[in-house]
């Protein structure tokens, strides 16, 4: 499926959220892989696939109705870019909650409330201004356009990178086949086998450590980065997070608060160089003999988000980056300066660092982090 279709289909899941619909990403997950096999140009079969996949409750099926045919034109799987999306799925809203809430007998018809109001308002689906959005350098943002993306990064299924274990478990289809099983049923019966069980390689996901560069040059992506990282803490179980300046701290612990306001709240009390200087040499040294043993177990990917502007010691920063290098599964180095077509990395930060790098990415727009997520998966 390409990047594009499999973006339409994640924001049409976050509008069935929006109208209350309970979804999740796995669910998204499995619709993915289903569409693997069904015919993309047969509209209906789609249509299916999705309401087998993303739909649990007989309630929702005319709120996924009317969202899918709204959402997607007729003749092909796209969205409708035609239409004021953000006024029909208030409507369709209303009508849901008039089914659910109004005492029977009583009018329907009357203009949803202001909180409903003011929340499909910002909803605006297939609309240019969500995707000039997606697209606007995090530098550039207003506070409303900030509060925006903080939405669509909480809402978004983030898929993150499974690894192959040794261990297998039963699948419905797998590599081999499950003899176990296989005889423990067959002697159930007392017959010959009639049906072969299989079994394939269980699927964690990788360890994921993220190093955020919060000095004074990254301070109008830090904050961004921040609410990319606790979105992503619940698409995997092992995620560690760090920011650096001139010195390096944890806040994994602190990204693990429930409520995202109080998870970067506290993050940010914690932080004492928030701004300041850049010494990334001296913080991977602190990162690989404090928490590179701790925490790079199991192959686990490293993501260092920053624009390597530099003055330290470019020794020390060229031996401890060979050594996190060494250490992890891959190395990737995002830098939110690649978003501009002018930049060249010519700095002697990112030189030092680059021979290392297994991939150097941009960072600088809600696109960008949504490729990223993308890289993630197919690792």
Known sequence: MNQQLLRNFVHFQVALRRLGVDTTGGQLRNLVEGLEHVGLEYR????????????????????????????????????????????????????????????????????????LEQDHHAL???????????RKDFARLTDDERREIARLLRDTPWDLPARRTRRFVPASSGERI??????????????????????????????????VDISGSMESYARIFLQFIYSLRSATGRLEAFVFATRLTRLTRQLRQRDVDDALAESTARIVDWGGGTRIGASFHRFNHTW?????????????????????????????????????????WLNPLLGSEAYQPIASGIRTVLPFVDQLL??????????????????
């Open 292 to 332: 590179g043993r701790r925490v790079l177990g199991r192959r686990a990917v490293v993501a260092v988000m920053s624009d390597a502007w530099d003055r330290g010691d470019q020794e020390l920063l060229e031996r401890e980056t060979r050594r996190l290098a060494g250490s992890c599964h891959r190395l990737f």
């Open 124 to 134: 605006r689906l297939g609309h240019t201004d969500t995707e000039r959005l997606r």
């Open 44 to 115: 209906a079969e789609v249509k299916a696939a999705a309401k087998a996949a993303l739909i649990s409750r007989r309630e929702d099926l005319t709120t996924f109705e009317q969202l899918f045919d709204l959402f997607f034109h007729p003749d092909a799987v796209r969205p409708r870019h035609d239409i004021q999306m953000g006024t029909t799925l208030r409507r369709i809203a209303q009508r849901r909650e008039s089914r659910v809430m109004a005492p029977q007998g009583a009018a329907t018809g009357q203009e949803p409330g202001p909180c």
């Open 362 to 379: 941009p960072v600088h727009d809600l696109e960008s982090l949504e490729q990223l997520a993308a890289v993630f998966r197919a690792l």
């Open 178 to 211: 499950d003899l176990r099983r296989t005889l423990r049923d067959s002697s159930r019966s007392g017959t010959e086998p009639i049906r072969l069980h299989r079994r394939r390689r269980k699927r964690t996901p990788r360890p994921l450590v993220v190093l």
